[in-house]
């Protein structure tokens, strides 16, 4: 039985020091998302990186407000995706976090 524990703690070291270089990593990936001429930049920390707009926009304020909500949401949506593929390859068949066998 030490053995078999012994390598799991292993095996869960190495993960862990490859989610953290994944993480690290999602910080410096960005995602784009429009809304009409409102374009939000985010992070796969689901940072807001950049918000931009066309000057005229400024003038609708109300539609402003729409397109802005509407991209920020788009972009957190594609950030959460991108998270998920990114760490979604510690939860698959054969990983630790998968393991059913015996030690």
């Given at each position: 039985?030490?053995?078999?524990?012994?390598?799991?703690?292993?095996?869960?070291?190495?993960?862990?020091?490859?989610?953290?270089?994944?993480?690290?990593?999602?910080?410096?990936?960005?995602?784009?998302?429009?809304?009409?001429?409102?374009?939000?930049?985010?992070?796969?920390?689901?940072?807001?990186?950049?918000?931009?707009?066309?000057?005229?926009f400024?003038q609708?304020?109300?539609?402003?407000?729409?397109?802005?909500?509407?991209?920020?949401?788009?972009?957190?949506?594609?950030?959460?995706?991108?998270?998920?593929?990114?760490?979604?390859?510690?939860?698959?068949?054969?990983?630790?976090?998968?393991?059913?066998?015996?030690?």
């Open positions: 039985m030490g053995d078999g524990f012994a390598d799991m703690m292993q095996q869960f070291q190495e993960i862990r020091a490859e989610m953290e270089r994944v993480r690290e990593a999602l910080r410096a990936k960005t995602i784009d998302a429009s809304s009409g001429p409102v374009k939000v930049t985010i992070n796969g920390h689901q940072e807001i990186v950049s918000v931009s707009l066309t000057p005229e400024a609708d304020p109300r539609r402003l407000e729409e397109s802005i909500k509407a991209a920020v949401n788009d972009a957190i949506m594609k950030s959460q995706n991108m998270v998920a593929r990114e760490v979604g390859r510690f939860m698959g068949p054969g990983s630790v976090f998968g393991w059913t066998g015996g030690m």
